[in-house]
């Protein structure tokens, strides 16, 4: 969800479930749900979201493609259909893009560049609002077959510069725990991990100084066996 390029990398069928409540209020609920299929001809992805309640709620679909450009350069794409609905208001929609490129400099050492709604879309048949174009660079390294560090800056229009770090550690081939910081709103977040097989669970949540705490829960799903 991060960079479509990175469907280019999976070697068998993927899904994720990912649910959180901001704040720890019902009425900023968060739910998304993902798939990926890998094919001859590249692989494709599909999200779907929402956030809110019935009084206001936002949701989105995404369908993505990405494939290997040889020379270790991975690209991707995906088209999004936007909408959100405010009770006694009406609902207000747009279609959007986004994409991305990473480049694997080294078996440890890969970056990237993600860019959403680069031409700002508008919202709406008035046209009076639009989304946020959002740009960002970011980094992976493999320390060791334990230890990953993480980073990436990230631009949202009108807003200042993000900066997100975290790390993962891996205490065995079962469990592992993550740490990490958002810079623009100080916001820290933890994470703990089972794998089972091709199944990983993970528990997460973010602190917010003066908002509170966020929790969440991820289910990953990947076909892919250990030795492939």
């Known amino acids: ?5 990175a469907l280019a990398s999976l070697k068998g069928l993927s899904a994720g479930l990912y649910s959180e409540r901001k704040f720890l209020l019902r009425e900023l609920s968060l739910y998304s749900a993902t798939f990926a299929l890998p094919t001859n001809t590249g692989n494709f992805g599909f999200k779907a979201d929402y956030f809110g309640d019935a009084s206001y709620n936002e949701t989105g679909i995404g369908l993505a493609y990405g494939r290997n450009l040889g020379n270790k350069i991975d690209v991707g794409i995906q088209f999004n259909y936007y909408s959100f609905k ?8 747009s279609i959007n893009a986004e994409g991305g490129v990473l480049m694997h400099l080294t078996d440890e050492l890969n970056i990237g560049i993600h860019v959403y709604n680069p031409t700002g879309v508008a919202i709406g048949k008035t046209k009076e609002e639009k989304l946020p174009s959002i740009y960002s660079f970011g980094f992976g390294y493999d320390v060791s077959e334990k230890l990953f560090i993480g ?50 669970l993970n528990v997460v949540t973010s602190i917010h100084p003066q908002l509170g705490v966020t929790p969440g829960l991820l289910l990953l799903f990947n076909s892919r066996k250990k030795d492939e």
């Open 1 to 5: 969800m991060a960079n479509q390029a």
């Open 86 to 93: 405010v009770s006694s208001y009406g609902t207000a929609a």
């Open 151 to 200: 980073g990436e800056i990230e631009k949202i229009e009108d807003q200042p510069v993000n900066v997100n770090t975290g790390v993962q550690y891996y205490f065995d081939q079962k469990f592992f725990a993550s740490i990490g910081i958002a810079s623009a709103i100080s916001t820290y977040y933890l994470g703990f991990g089972v794998l089972l097989k091709n199944i990983q």
